[in-house]
Nanobody, 123 residues
Framework: QVQLVESGGGLVQAGGSLRLSCAAS????????MGWFRQAPGKEREFIAA????????YYADSVKGRFTVSRDNAKNTMYLQMNSLKPEDTAVYYC????????????????WGQGTQVTVSS
């Protein structure tokens, strides 16, 4: 099992940047593919980005491609999401998630979730 804790959320003006972190417990972090999702009020949880176990392949939703960058440091058991050029429509609770071995793009494919961190982008 793995436990996940997100941090780094906050309030930022449109055009600004934030970096989210997802810290994982346990000694097997490198066996988990990781993903970022977000959920805005009244909307379904949506896929944002994912990264494979080695960190050499990344995947993005079209809505964030070119603005967000996912990365991981297996030595630190941590995944990151660098968010640039933020827009008000990026406002949501951001979640990190983990599943063994293979990257997924659907929330149903992930077995472990963090508690979420709020990101608010003001116009």
């Amino acid at each position: 099992q793995v436990q996940l804790v997100e941090s780094g959320g906050g309030l930022v003006q449109a055009g600004g940047s934030l970096r989210l972190s997802c810290a994982a417990s346990g000694r097997t972090f490198s066996t988990y593919a990781m993903g970022w999702f977000r959920q805005a009020p009244g909307k379904e949880r949506e896929f944002i980005a994912a990264i494979n176990i080695r960190g050499d392949r990344t995947y993005y939703a079209d809505s964030v491609k070119g603005r967000f960058t996912v990365s991981r440091d297996n030595a630190k058991n941590t995944m990151y999401l660098q968010m640039n050029s933020l827009k008000p429509e990026d406002t949501a609770v951001y979640y990190c998630a983990a599943r063994l071995w293979v990257v997924g793009s659907s929330s149903d494919e992930y077995d472990y979730w963090g508690q979420g961190t709020q990101v608010t982008v003001s116009s």
